[in-house]
C-alpha cells in the first residue's frame, strides 16, 4: 500500500523542499569535516562551501513561513550537524573567508597600533625639544608610549624600547610632579628615545622594503 506525505501538489513541493534541505545541512556537514581534516583543499572547499552557501539562502527564504527555524527544523529530523548549522546559519560564510577576514581585521589593527606608536614616539621627542621636562609633562607621553608599545604583540617581552620606557616611568615616579630633568636626563632620555624608535622601526615587518 502506497502512503502519500502529500495530499496536492502545495504540500508535495514543501516535503521536497524539506528533502532538499535536509539534503544541503547534511552535505555541508560532511564538507565541513572534509576541510578540518585536510581531505579536500581550501580552494575545493570554498568553491563547494559557497554552493551549498547560495542554495541555502535561497531555500530558507522560500521556506521562511514554514521552517520559521534552521535550528528547530534539525532537531525535528534528528539532525547531528553543528558544524552545518553554524557555517549556514551562523556565518553564512565559508571557512576561508572568514580565516581572511580575521587576518585582514588583525593586520589592520596592527598597523593603527604601530601608527600610534610612531606618534608617540615622535611626540615624546619633539617635547623635549621644546624644552618640556616637567615631570608631569614627560610622564604622561612615556606612559602612553609605553602602553602602545605593549599593545603591539609583534614586539617581544624584552623590546629595548620597552625596557628603557619601564625604567624612566619608575624613575620619575619617584620625582615630583613640579620637579625637571637636568639638561643631562633630558638629552639621555631623548637618546633612549631615538635608540628605541630605531629599534622599533627595524623591528617591523618588511621594514624598508
Known sequence: MEVKLWNDKREREMYENFAELYAIIKATEKLEKAYVRDIISSSEYETECQK???HFKTLAFTLKDTVPSIERF???Y??????????LVTSGVPATVEHR???AASATTSAA??????Q????AMDSLKLNMVAVDQVYPLLSDLSASLNKLGILPPDFEGKIKMKEWILRLSKMGAADELTEQQA????FDLESSYNSFMAAL?????
Not at 78 to 87: E, L, Q, S, V, Y
Not at 120 to 123: E, V
Request: proline share 5%.
Open 52 to 54: 551549498l552557501i547560495a
Open 74 to 76: 534539525a532537531d525535528t
Open 78 to 87: 534528528k539532525m547531528d550537524c553543528p558544524a552545518a548549522i553554524n557555517r
Open 101 to 103: 577576514a580575521a587576518v
Open 113 to 118: 597600533i604601530v601608527a600610534e606608536c610612531v
Open 120 to 123: 608617540n614616539f615622535i611626540t
Open 187 to 190: 638629552r639621555q632620555l631623548h
Open 205 to 209: 615587518p618588511n621594514a624598508g622594503t
